[in-house]
């Protein structure tokens, strides 16, 4: 009974987050090939670096890199994470 909650609880978060990062994807996905069709020399550069950086990197490589800069910039999550993993 207590779990259900929390389960159905969480599955809400996952549709909020996803939906979220969808409409963020979209918009930015806009500004790049928009950037890319129309800008000038530079800005097609760089939005094709961007792209073709984003594109060629494995997705646990981003995975790592997002914890090391949490962990550099917010400390305090280290401590979370430690305590986490020894319960």
Do not use: H, W
């Not at 760089?46 to 790592?64: D, H, K, N, Q």
């Amino acid at each position: 009974q207590k779990f259900g909650k929390l389960l159905l609880k969480g599955a809400l978060m996952t549709v909020i987050l996803s939906c979220l990062a969808m409409a963020l994807a979209v918009f930015f996905g806009a500004f790049l090939a928009a950037g890319k069709l129309y800008g000038n020399r530079a800005v097609r550069f760089v939005c094709s670096a961007y792209v073709e950086v984003i594109r060629g990197t494995p997705p646990f490589v981003f995975i790592l890199l997002l914890v090391s800069v949490m962990l550099i910039f917010f400390p305090s999550i280290s401590l979370f994470l430690r305590d986490l993993a020894f319960r």
